[in-house]
């Protein structure tokens, strides 16, 4: 007897159940590349931590179970392939669907915890970057919320809205469309939150380009995210569902490598300075640009001085015309940075992240 696809072939098109589609090719490309560049800037993360600032912090733990999430994620879909992931419906046997549904639970937990894995190791990130409490808050509140509906979504899947019960197809598009919608507000969020904090910063200009494109790249996972949304919709309105959902996974897998990809670059500063430290001051270094900064309205009660302003300026500049006989002036400039260098000295990796992002702090004295 003939193999019979699920559902009739258009017109004039002879099902095919063994070859594989572009669509499949092009998910283990888009997945192949950017895991690629996942895994190299993670390396580098792993190595900065353990080599250079021989310190591991929980947000290292977390991304790192983000890429093995997002590994696992990469294996199911190529194992759902032979059984018409990425393939259309008229292209796939009653047989080879039913193993498909079986690898549906292991492909909907293992897409939903890696974005969540690296959403909370950015978090904490930004816990260490500005002690306001305000900010703080918010981040918890963010977390928080994060984890909520992430292990909703889990409970849901394995339970009423598991791939294998009958009847459970309603209840997957729901989470489907839910999720998706929950990705990008967390994720725009995200990216929102640290924008008032940066705005309040005056930056050397290489500094700003390093942020902007942490930012970007965080951009692009909400575009990913968003751009996958099309394709949720169109699995809960086309039957086709082994060709839509495939088409949502290329966005999936942007969408997962790309965020751990922002995390590792985020905190690469003492990688930089080691081995490539011509490049340092664009990760932002306070020695080389402490004159290039202001502080902002909430920092103006502080106790910090900078000693020497116009008047200097204009002091040394009287000097240099009752002198301008002489081939050679000499102009001494010192900074102290008190308790900048000795949090420096106790931790290097937070140290170096705090220098994107944070202004500067009390007790920093320019001479």
């Known amino acids: ?156 899947f394995a339970g009423p809205c598991n791939p294998t019960a009958v009847g459970s197809g309603n209840c997957l598009n729901n989470i489907a469309v839910s999720q998706a919608i929950l990705n990008i507000v967390s994720d725009a969020v995200m990216i929102i939150l640290p924008i008032p904090m940066i705005h309040r910063l005056k930056m050397p200009l290489k500094q700003k380009m390093v942020i902007g494109v942490l930012m970007g790249l965080g951009s692009a996972v909400v575009i990913a995210s968003i751009a996958r949304v099309a394709y949720v919709r169109a699995m809960v309105e086309n039957p086709d569902v082994t060709w839509t959902q495939a088409e949502a996974a290329v966005f999936s897998s942007l969408e997962l490598n790309l965020g751990i990809i922002c995390n590792s670059m985020a905190r690469l500063k003492p990688f930089v300075k080691t081995h490539f430290p011509r490049w340092a001051g664009s990760f932002g270094n306070s020695s080389a640009h402490a004159g290039e900064y202001s502080r902002s309205k909430r920092n103006k009660t502080n106790n910090g001085y900078q000693l020497g302003s116009v008047e200097r300026a204009e002091r040394f500049a009287a000097a240099a015309g009752q002198h301008k006989g002489n081939d050679i002036h000499v102009i001494q400039e010192y900074q102290v940075d008190f308790e900048g260098r000795a949090r420096s000295r106790e931790n290097p990796e937070t140290a170096s992240t705090e220098n994107i992002l944070e202004p500067e702090q009390d007790n920093r004295h320019v001479l």
């Not at 994620?73 to 393939?87: C, K, T």
């Not at 409490?133 to 292990?151: E, L, N, P, R």
Request: proline fraction near 5%.
């Open 1 to 156: 007897m003939a193999d019979v696809g699920v559902m009739p072939p258009p017109q004039g098109v002879i099902p095919d159940f063994y070859s594989w589609t572009y669509l499949q090719h092009t998910v283990i490309a888009v997945f192949a590349v950017t895991f690629l560049l996942a895994t190299t800037f993670l390396a580098l993360r792993l190595y900065t931590s353990i080599v250079l600032v021989k310190k591991l912090d929980w947000d290292v733990l977390l991304i790192v179970l983000a890429w093995g999430t997002s590994l696992t994620f990469f294996i199911g879909m190529v194992l759902a392939m032979p059984s018409g992931f990425g393939r259309h419906l008229w292209d796939v046997t009653p047989t080879q669907l039913l193993g498909y549904f079986d690898l549906l639970l292991l492909l909907a937990i293992t897409y939903i915890w890696p974005s969540t894995l690296t959403k909370l190791a950015m978090l904490i990130l930004y816990l260490r970057v500005n002690p306001s409490k305000v900010f703080q808050a918010s981040t918890y509140i963010i977390g928080i919320c994060v984890v909520a509906y992430t292990v909703v979504f889990t409970v849901l």
